[in-house]
């Protein structure tokens, strides 16, 4: 199907654990990115990526890691997750410079 | 700083209540200002874009209007299945985005 697609849609994990969510997008679009959802804050930016083998953090970039090979996928990894990065994580495409974004479904991720 | 901030939090409304929703945004060098709607458990699923002051967009019984200091979402009539969080965000570029944390509408049959 085409879209963007994020795996898994739930997951738990123990601190200090490492964690990769999953996004994937059919569009071929150039732009990707992720964003973290939490209660009182709007979506903030964890790292974007203009481009295969491009990434640059954004507003809340630590103890987060990504990586883009290729143009369709997304992959952040916690690298040693903790409690303060249970939320919601979006990923979200462009198809161009100044144009909606298209959001995943998102991750719930619960670090215990 | 770019700073988006969404009134009210919550909005209650009886099936066929018009209301609006408001989005402030200090922002230097607006590119545009996007409307979202996010359903419980969803991603956000875009409804407009403004680019400039007094430009308006309409969708069914959604209509967007945007002033140099703030955008207003207008529902008209609305009915329960308009029932979401909407979210406006504030672009000044692709990577430099800031979203405000969303109006939660409930619409009453």
């Known amino acids: 199907d085409a879209g963007i697609t994020q795996s898994p849609r739930y997951k738990i994990t123990e601190t200090g654990r490492q964690v990769t969510l999953m996004c994937h997008q059919t569009w071929s679009h150039s732009y990707m990115f992720w964003y973290r959802q939490d209660l009182g804050h709007g979506l903030r930016l964890i790292y974007y990526?203009?481009?295969?083998?491009?990434?640059d953090k954004g507003e809340v970039p630590d103890g987060y890691v990504v990586s883009r090979s290729k143009t369709e996928n997304f992959p952040l990894t916690l690298e040693s997750a903790t409690r303060s990065q249970t939320s919601v994580y979006f990923c979200a495409s462009l198809g161009g410079l100044n144009t909606e974004a298209f959001f995943g479904q998102g991750t719930r991720l619960t670090v215990v | 700083e770019d700073q988006v901030t969404q009134s009210p939090e919550a909005l209650r409304l009886q099936e066929g209540e018009s209301s609006s929703l408001n989005c402030s945004y200090t922002v230097s060098g607006l590119r545009g200002l996007f409307w979202y709607r996010q359903d419980p458990g969803k991603g956000p699923e875009f409804l407009f874009t403004?680019?400039?002051a007094g430009e308006e967009k309409e969708k069914e019984r959604l209509k967007a209007t945007l002033t140099k200091k703030e955008s207003f979402l207008h529902i008209t009539a609305p009915k329960p299945e308009d029932s979401a969080t909407y979210l406006c965000?504030?672009?000044?570029?692709?990577?430099?985005?800031?979203f405000g944390t969303g109006t939660k509408l409930q619409v009453i049959p």
């Open positions: 990526s203009a481009a295969a083998d491009i990434t």
């Open positions: 403004l680019y400039s």
């Open positions: 965000a504030a672009q000044r570029g692709y990577q430099k985005v800031t």
